[in-house]
């Protein structure tokens, strides 16, 4: 890969771990969430006047926008009680491993040493940031945060057919992104959304979606520049900028136990990706 790519898609990792700490840096992560799903629907949508409609790939938009409804309000509730130190890694480590899984059991690809090594790394880093942990509020986010790694892997291999099928990518992500506030908005919105948000609600909203928004759109221009699994494994580093962030913006203190597991988890992740 190029000086350029590699620059780009570690910028799209930053980006992608900076909506996070947004999240968490609100007083109501509820309504946080809610805000930046509103406002990446309205920076969508947008841009979409300007594209043409999909075709043949409603059904896939109609899932994505579902299952993304139930990845933002499980985000939501993993940072209502844990930390993106221990959510961030876990959510965003474990779908890789999950994927992996799926295409094995439903496709029948093989699980080569590499694979079952990027797998142990992924458990090894899970089994550090679960163990261990006596605040309920922690043990429910690990839970909420490993199970919100179930949705990441299915709107995955979703995702995966549908984009490839409508032809245009980043158009087929502008419609999720858009479709997807509605189940979002429905179910955070009542409790969360009763106020017209505050200046900084709406810079952390406005800012979070255009970091969701641009952290896509480099890793698929990247994937336009480079092969694939190297710019989707180097994008595993969104975990590393979440832990640093976590600690520069919001005080969170890792430790040694949260470094390692999340190096841990990037590194499997990774493996898995260049499998």
């Known amino acids: 890969?190029?000086?350029?790519?590699?620059?780009?898609?570690?910028?799209?990792?930053?980006?992608?771990?900076?909506?996070?700490?947004?999240?968490?840096?609100?007083?109501?992560?509820?309504?946080?969430?809610?805000?930046?799903?509103?406002?990446?629907?309205?920076?969508?949508?947008?841009?979409?006047?300007?594209?043409?409609?999909?075709?043949?790939?409603?059904?896939?938009?109609?899932?994505?926008?579902?299952?993304?409804?139930?990845?933002?309000?499980?985000?939501?509730?993993?940072?209502?009680?844990?930390?993106?130190?221990?959510?961030?890694?876990?959510?965003?480590?474990?779908?890789?491993?999950?994927?992996?899984?799926?295409?094995?059991?439903l496709l029948g690809e093989r699980l080569s040493p590499v694979v079952l090594l990027g797998i142990a790394a992924i458990s090894v880093g899970v089994a550090l940031l679960a163990r261990h942990r006596r605040d309920a509020n922690e043990r429910a986010a690990v839970v909420i945060a490993l199970a919100n790694s179930v949705v990441i892997a299915a709107y995955t291999l979703n995702d995966a057919v549908g984009a490839r099928a409508s032809a245009a990518p980043f158009g087929y992500a502008l419609w999720v992104f858009v479709l997807s506030a509605v189940p979002t908005l429905a179910w955070l919105a009542p409790a969360t959304l009763r106020r017209l948000p505050t200046r900084a609600e709406a810079l952390r909203g406005s800012g979070g979606a255009a970091c969701s928004i641009g952290s896509y759109a480099l890793a698929l221009w990247a994937m336009t520049q480079a092969p694939v699994a190297p710019v989707s494994a180097l994008r595993e580093t969104a975990m590393l900028f979440g832990l640093v962030l976590a600690r520069v913006v919001l005080g969170e203190r890792p430790g040694v136990r949260g470094w390692a597991a999340a190096g841990a988890i990037a590194l499997g992740a990774a493996v898995l990706r260049l499998a």
């Open 1 to 105: 890969m190029s000086t350029a790519v590699v620059l780009a898609v570690l910028l799209g990792a930053a980006l992608h771990a900076s909506w996070n700490v947004a999240i968490r840096a609100g007083a109501d992560r509820r309504r946080e969430t809610a805000m930046l799903a509103l406002c990446s629907a309205l920076l969508s949508g947008v841009v979409l006047v300007m594209l043409p409609l999909p075709r043949g790939v409603w059904l896939n938009l109609a899932l994505s926008a579902a299952l993304h409804g139930v990845y933002f309000v499980l985000v939501a509730e993993a940072y209502a009680r844990g930390g993106v130190a221990l959510a961030y890694p876990l959510m965003r480590g474990v779908a890789p491993m999950l994927t992996t899984f799926a295409a094995w059991a």
